[in-house]
């Protein structure tokens, strides 16, 4: 049972949505602006241990509002509230740990480039998350670090290009709290401009390096050889309202894992395929 977790608990840090950079496209917002992003991730992931092959499907579907709280001297304050977070095919009581992240609230700040240079209300996240259950809390801060969270709002807000150009590059780095790192090397292509759309492609290659665990999850990753060549993504950006509108990336990564439970050292294969969808809308599309 405690391996199984293991492995179905990688599936919730293996296929982060890739953020991505318009290039000339500019941003219109003002103190006081909202609206509302829903995102929907879908994994289908088979694991060969011990010779047997489970097959794991798992879909996410988040809702976030989005605050406009600050824009002094190009300093963008963004606060993300989750209105609703859902799971299906997830482990047992995982329903009633998503109900706990409605209300949640955390705010980013934003340089000139849409860096995110502080996250505030990280401590608070997960307190709330881990409702007074000191090990849920050491849970929830291993498969969603800080620095993962702050890739919510990347997501979303996307960076312009560091330079002139209708294609460039952008590597982000995911630190997972001991269990590794992801490493995300994207190239972004402007498609074209149509109807006041401007429609980015993306690829991206995506490792994971194997990290020394963390005491707070019953399994730790000895050694990874995982990668992805194939990321493929588009991202439709609003040039009128001055925002993105929507985008899709689809993943699929491969490779071996050693894993350790209770002492014992399991090797595993996964082929992995994911697939995430945002879309932003003005109207809360969360019925209470």
Known sequence: ????????????????????????LKWSLKEGDAFYATTAQEIDQNIKVMGQTINQKMTTTTVARFDVKSIKAGILQIEMTYTKVTMEGGPAGTATLTDRFKGAALTATFDKGFDITKLEGYDKFLDKLSDGDDMMRKVFEAVMPENAV??????????????????????????????????????YTVDGVKNDIATIKTTADVTFKAGKGNAALPFKIVKAD??????????LFDTKAGRMKSSSTTMKLKGSMTIEVQNQQIDAEIDQKATTKVEISEKNPVKD
């Not at 391996?3 to 318009?22: E, H, K, M, Q, S």
């Not at 890739?151 to 590794?180: E, H």
């Not at 995982?226 to 991202?235: A, L, N, Y």
Request: charged share 20%.
């Open 1 to 24: 049972m405690r391996t199984l977790f293991a492995l179905t608990a990688l599936g919730l840090f293996a296929a982060p949505a890739v953020a991505a950079d318009p290039v000339n």
């Open 150 to 187: 702050r890739m919510l709002f990347s997501q979303v807000f996307i960076a312009p290009p560091t330079g002139a150009g209708d294609k460039w590059t952008r590597t982000d780095k995911v630190p997972l709290a001991g269990l590794g790192e992801l490493v995300n090397k994207t190239t």
């Open 226 to 235: 995982m990668k992805s060549d194939d990321v493929k993504g588009t991202i």
